[in-house]
């Protein structure tokens, strides 16, 4: 039985093979037409699940779609009827797609795919939750699924048991837990749907100093987690942005420009509405908790991507175990879409043993022969030598410890937006200079920005204050404090960014300022190349810990395949390349044409 499940038209459209309930293949579109959170119907990405399986469309007994088109036409009609004729310029925007493309989703399949079978649909908050419960090592959980907006749900709780799942309580639009993150977002001066990551990340340095002030005036949250938003200071019902004037003077003035210099304001600001959702989710989780009866919850949705909040909820909530979907946002809805056909409609039976998922270790995407490889390289003009494995890791561990940056691109790709070792840039995290480096250097992005780091998994409690599983870099904890450094009275008096280069522990290109790392856990019955990696650099320095951060520079997605990653290298200041067995050094490389102007592109002030 194959089932093929797709999700696109608004943002990161993916597609998903399961084959006989197991998940065979999965992918972003984006990865393939290089075009960062590709919305367009995901062609290459369905080609690539079906071939790399052996299968033709043919072959496939269900293609499902991870919403319902109609439900959500309906949202877009009655949300203009309320706010006419003041949206009248976003609805006009919106109707061309929705009559050429967004209403017609299975003539668009047929068309697209040359398929004749049958479609099947299911509702957006359905496939987060699917994507959440049936991949977990639980058989009975709580679901808790957050994001801005599916058809009218924006946030639900369910329950999942064995091969059903129920979802008991909603919240529905205009009333988004994800879309006031989103509100701040674009208030701070960054991209809608992509730079909600940069406000997490800038929050720690800040003060929660608007926190009462988004209680008093912005959302009435409940005890039970229910929440209303203040609609008059919110202009996304009806205008092409999200915040107003009203919004503006709340916090003090108009939104910061884009690009320009961050002052502390943001920096408050992002730390205060960072207080709020973490607080959200919690009341939620306590509900949750009470309802069910269970330890175990499942996550999913764009929400479940705020590593901080479910670090939170690990720590501080009524949950004993969490799992959560490692492409939380749309592009898992297309797995979530397929697992609820295999599942909830044709009722196939579901067993776990508790501790192990079903995710693969979430690498679920393209990979490259020692054939395809060596002809990408050689029509770039690469200089490259191939080792062996044993030989490999010991050089790579050598020039990791000599504070060299490795693009490191091994077997399968990620599925969802973190690289976990296979498309990965990684350094030395004790250096006290990768973090700059890595930021300005080679991702072209804000230096305040975060790495994370990847450790071997029965490490992970001499260094972190945590002591289960993160395969997916989805929760934060923080650094042990016997691992701290000691600031100086100077130091103590910095705020802000002036925070930036003081290091705070052992292993400083992975200390955020307020002590706290985004962890990935490496086990290696899991991810065997890259603990292979990870212990030859503790035999080496005696440390199993690194930096791992995705193999992309900003605005592009990550390198898919080994051009890409040769292309990526050349343009930026990685040191060194290894693509499976095949090493590159910078210095042996011929000049690469398009680097300055490429550059120019990605400066920052």
């Not at 050429?100 to 509702?123: A, H, M, R």
């Not at 879309?179 to 720690?204: C, D, H, I, Q, R």
């Not at 990979?367 to 490999?392: M, R, Y």
């Amino acid at each position: 039985m194959n089932i093929l499940g797709i999700s696109a038209f608004y943002h990161d459209s993916a597609a998903c093979l399961v084959r006989d309930g197991k998940i065979c293949a999965a992918a972003q579109e984006e990865r393939f037409t290089r075009k960062k959170h590709d919305f367009e119907f995901p062609k290459h990405a369905t080609k690539f699940c079906l071939e790399s399986n052996g299968l033709s469309i043919k072959d496939v007994d269900y293609v499902v779609f991870y919403d319902k088109p109609v439900l959500k036409f309906e949202r877009l009609l009655q949300t203009y009827l309320t706010t006419a004729p003041k949206g009248f310029t976003s609805y006009a925007k919106a109707m061309p797609l929705w009559l050429k493309e967004k209403l017609w989703i299975p003539e668009t399949i047929k068309n697209e795919l040359d398929y004749t079978g049958e479609i099947l649909f299911t509702e957006h908050h359905q496939s987060h939750a699917g994507s959440a419960f049936y991949p977990s090592p639980f058989q009975d959980a709580a679901i808790l699924t957050i994001d801005g907006v599916g058809e009218w749900t924006t946030n639900s709780l369910g329950i999942g048991k064995g091969n059903k799942f129920s979802l008991i309580k909603d919240i529905k639009f205009p009333h988004s837990l994800g879309l006031l993150y989103s509100a701040f977002t674009y208030y701070t001066g960054f991209k809608v749907n992509s730079g909600e990551y940069k406000v997490m990340g800038l929050a720690p340095y800040g003060e929660p100093k608007y926190v009462q002030t988004i209680y008093d005036n912005l959302i009435d949250l409940k005890e039970d987690g229910s929440f209303h938003l203040n609609l008059r200071y919110f202009s996304y019902m009806s205008e092409l942005h999200m915040t107003n004037d009203e919004f503006a003077a709340l916090f003090g003035g108009p939104r910061r420009t884009p690009e320009t210099p961050l002052t502390q304001r943001e920096m408050d600001l992002a730390r205060s509405i960072q207080e709020v959702v973490e607080e959200c989710m919690l009341r939620q989780a306590r509900f949750l908790h009470k309802e069910s009866g269970l330890d175990n919850l499942c996550l999913a949705g764009g929400v479940a991507l705020n590593c901080v909040g479910n670090g939170k909820l690990l720590r501080d909530g009524p949950f004993k175990n969490i799992w959560i979907q490692p492409a939380a946002g749309d592009a898992g809805g297309a797995l979530g879409a397929a697992l609820c056909v295999w599942y909830g409609y044709l009722n196939n039976p579901r067993l776990t043993d508790g501790k192990k998922d079903f995710q693969k270790a979430s690498l679920l995407g393209p990979e490259f022969t020692s054939e395809e490889i060596i002809e990408d390289l050689t029509s770039c003009g690469a200089v490259f030598k191939q080792l062996p494995d044993d030989e490999l890791f010991a050089k790579v561990a050598d020039l990791l410890a000599q504070d060299k940056v490795i693009g490191w691109f091994q077997g399968k790709m990620e599925f969802g937006p973190r690289a976990l070792g296979n498309r990965s840039i990684i350094g030395d995290a004790r250096s006290k200079t990768m973090q700059s480096k890595m930021n300005l250097k080679i991702k072209f992005r804000e230096s305040f920005r975060p790495f994370a780091p990847a450790v071997m998994r029965e490490h992970v409690s001499e260094y972190f204050e945590i002591d289960s599983d993160s395969p997916y870099m989805l929760l934060v904890a923080p650094v042990r404090k016997e691992r701290h450094l000691k600031m100086t009275a100077e130091q103590e008096k910095l705020f802000g960014i002036a925070k930036l280069n003081v290091p705070r522990s052992d292993i400083p290109a992975v200390t955020h300022v307020d002590y706290s790392a985004r962890i990935q856990t490496v086990a290696r019955d899991e991810h065997p190349t890259f603990y292979k990696l990870l212990a030859a650099f503790k035999k080496k320095t005696g440390c199993p810990v690194l930096v791992n951060t995705s193999f992309n520079v900003r605005g592009e997605p990550i390198v898919g395949t080994p051009k890409d990653a040769y292309t990526c290298f050349m343009r930026t200041e990685i040191d060194c390349l290894v693509i499976n067995n095949f090493l590159m050094f910078k210095e042996e490389q011929p000049k690469w044409q398009d680097k300055e102007d490429w550059q120019k592109k990605f400066e920052l002030d």
